[in-house]
């Protein structure tokens, strides 16, 4: 399911658990967020969290099914433009996208 459909962000709010999509355009940073109480026990998760660096899209946290770096290389973002924040530096070099 590409970021571009509707059904990636689909509310799954409900009485305890808020989503919250944070947008920072200023500073180029981009979250969706699950907030709030499951019975006795705090969330407060980040479920996606992408930031715009030098250029580069970082994809800092992923907590879905989805693959957003494959979704933005089909949108026309080159591979090196795209860094996966959420894997260590010394093992970016192996993947496909940009190393920072």
Not at 16 to 23: A, G, M, P, S, T
Request: glycine share 4%; hydrophobic share 40%; net charge negative.
């Amino acid at each position: 399911m590409p970021l571009t459909n509707p059904l990636f962000f689909d509310d799954v709010s409900n009485d305890e658990v808020e989503v919250q999509l944070i947008f920072d355009t200023v500073r180029d940073h981009y979250q969706w967020m699950n907030v709030g109480w499951e019975d006795c026990n705090r969330i407060y998760r980040s479920i996606v969290h992408l930031d715009i660096k030098d250029g580069k899209i970082w994809l800092q946290q992923n907590l879905t099914v989805l693959n957003p770096a494959e979704d933005l290389v089909e949108m026309g973002v080159p591979r090196d433009d795209i860094v996966l924040g959420l894997q260590a530096p010394y093992k970016r070099q192996y993947t496909d996208y940009g190393v920072a």
